[in-house]
């Protein structure tokens, strides 16, 4: 193997995509909406409409639908016990549209997790207990990075759910910065990112120093694997 065809799934920046096709992978991006660059390598579909199971050696799904899946959320899906009415919902909102967006998480993630590739990472936060009773028995705890890690400037715990790839090592880990001062206030920046509809396109946005060890690393265990069976 000298390339591995790759699956960027629920990504438009083109961010992790540009990342493994910078090491030469065969690379493809897909969302339902059209990639942010332009690019001729990205296809415009819901990922649970066939394209999983057309031969890929590796599967990296970077923002699936996590807000009602996420322990955070939890509190807009039930009260007390499991799915009982919750105390209150956003406004605008009925519990029913929250139900649905539930399921909707529940089976893009599951779809993507089950597919029939040997090596599979899901970008997602630690998740809810209503969650978890959905997800499949294999499912590991995720491994929790920030982009600090790799050179990012930010904080932002970001969970990566793996199967058949090694967890991230750090790259190029930056020092800190003293809590409350300036800079660790331009370090939580996603954070305090203002409501607005632009909100959750920058929330989700991937890390050029994260996606660029996540190239060379899952993927040259990938290569090495093949190497050395």
Not at 96 to 115: L, Y
Not at 156 to 162: I, S
Request: aromatic letters at 8%; a neutral charge.
């Amino acid at each position: 193997m000298t390339a591995l065809r790759t699956l960027i799934a629920c990504e438009t920046s083109g961010i992790a995509r540009r990342a493994f096709a910078a090491l030469g992978h065969d690379v493809w991006s897909c969302d339902l909406e059209p990639a942010e660059d332009g690019s001729n390598r990205h296809i415009i579909c819901d990922v649970r409409d066939g394209i999983l199971h057309e031969g890929w050696d590796l599967l990296a799904v970077m923002h699936p639908p996590c807000t009602r899946l996420c322990r955070s959320g939890r509190r807009w899906m039930s009260g007390p016990g499991k799915w009982t009415k919750p105390k209150r919902l956003p406004n605008g909102r009925t519990w029913q549209s929250m139900k649905d967006e539930f399921e909707d998480g529940v089976s893009i993630f599951t779809a993507c997790w089950t597919a029939p590739i040997d090596r599979v990472a899901i970008e997602n936060p630690n998740m809810n207990d209503l969650a978890r009773d959905r997800m499949p028995a294999d499912l590991p705890a995720p491994q929790l990075v920030q982009p600090y890690w790799f050179g990012e400037p930010e904080y932002k715990a970001t969970g990566w759910y793996l199967r058949g790839l090694p967890e991230l090592q750090p790259t190029n880990c930056l020092p800190e910065p003293e809590r409350l001062s300036a800079e660790w206030k331009r370090w939580n920046r996603v954070h305090r990112l203002p409501p607005g509809p632009e909100r959750t396109r920058l929330r989700n946005r991937s890390f050029p120093g994260m996606m660029q060890a996540a190239a060379a690393q899952w993927a040259g265990s990938a290569m090495q694997e093949e190497i050395a069976t």
